[in-house]
């Protein structure tokens, strides 16, 4: 059955070529953009189908993606004509809650949502999911199948833990390229070159990442076994925690995650206000 993206923007051209990597035929997707000129690139880059408006493209599809951007949800999905219940929906807008989606959809309970991160652009994405009960174990995998195709995929039991997904790897990447700017600034300072200083940060973040990856060590245990004691790596530590840095991360992700119910409630609200 075929996959019908609505919208056409990163995310969901970083989910087709993935899907197409994957051994997805271009001819099972077509994506619904109204703007002719994200249409004609999408063509082009992954030879898919698209079309200005969803009515018509809908039609038989076995998977729609919501990939419209949370503000413009409400007006697109309610615009759609009535769904099959076997149609899968999974939406990868955040914060719009599966309970606001099913009643914008006109009941339609179907729905896994998604929080995705911009690795996936580079079929590297870490993402977390969320299925309403009433979504199958067939449907379930689905949903996992697609999100693998563009990385890692972690399953959570209560709606609201997508917020500390948010927090974790959704705000994640701009964590680690805050920790990569600095890091590049003082290797300027100590006097090495841009171009040295780039490829000494990037293939270190690169390296450290795979090599947590790689396991078994847990990443205290390889932080330990790089610090030796009286050493450089133990002299830098120690700013480091005199600074609370690790106080610091944890007040930073409780308030991604905050703020991320916050706008998830203003969707709700909202709603409520425009019935």
Do not use: C
Request: charged fraction near 15%; avoid cysteine.
């Amino acid at each position: 059955m075929s996959i019908v993206f609505i919208g056409g923007g990163n995310m969901a051209s970083a989910l087709i070529g993935g899907l197409l990597a994957h051994g997805q035929s271009a001819t099972d997707i077509s994506v619904v953009e109204i703007n002719p000129d994200a249409a004609q690139r999408l063509r082009d880059a992954w030879g898919v189908a698209t079309h200005p408006e969803a009515g018509p493209a809908v039609r038989g599809a076995g998977t729609l993606v919501l990939a419209v951007k949370p503000q413009h949800m409400s007006a697109m999905t309610q615009a759609l004509p009535p769904l099959s219940p076997d149609v899968r929906v999974i939406s990868i807008a955040a914060g719009v809650p599966t309970a606001l989606l099913s009643r914008w959809l006109k009941g339609h309970a179907n729905i896994v949502r998604v929080m995705p991160n911009t690795p996936a652009l580079i079929q590297q994405g870490a993402a977390g999911l969320y299925a309403m009960p009433q979504v199958s174990q067939e449907d379930r995998l689905h949903a996992q199948s697609l999100m693998r195709a563009v990385g890692s995929a972690v399953w959570v039991t209560r709606e609201v833990d997508l917020d500390a997904v948010t927090a974790v790897s959704g705000s994640g990447p701009a964590y680690v390229f805050l920790v990569m700017e600095a890091m590049l600034k003082a290797a300027r300072v100590l006097g090495l070159d841009q171009a040295a200083a780039s490829t000494l940060v990037l293939d270190t973040v690169q390296g450290a990442a795979m090599l947590a990856k790689a396991g078994p060590d847990a990443p205290a245990e390889l932080r330990r076994k790089v610090t030796s004691p009286g050493g450089t790596t133990e002299a830098a530590l120690a700013v480091l925690n005199a600074a609370g840095l690790e106080q610091i991360f944890s007040q930073a992700m409780q308030a991604a995650a905050a703020r991320s119910a916050e706008l998830g409630d203003g969707l709700v609200r909202e709603a409520g206000e425009n019935k």
